[in-house]
């Protein structure tokens, strides 16, 4: 069976990467939320947006928290 690797396929097999990676920064996030070693500022504005809904506030919580990963992760990709 032969492979034909075309563009369309890098570009596939790179946003497959991608995501990886942020199922990576979602499960980080999880965990942070979920522990004792979670961004006590970003957690108290979490359950004050989110009324205090512990549920709710750890969705708000894994969100921010992600996009702050995505954001340090692209600022040192750019420092490279």
Do not use: C, P
């Amino acid at each position: 069976k032969t492979i034909n690797n075309t563009t369309s396929d890098k570009k596939l097999d790179e946003e497959n990467s991608e995501e990886i990676n942020d199922e990576q920064y979602y499960l980080m996030a999880t965990k942070e939320a979920e522990g004792l070693d979670r961004d006590n500022a970003l957690w108290a504005k979490a359950m004050a947006t989110q009324m205090g809904d512990e549920n709710k506030a750890k969705a708000y919580y894994v969100n921010k928290r992600v996009l702050a990963l995505k954001a340090l992760k692209a600022h040192h990709d750019e420092s490279f």
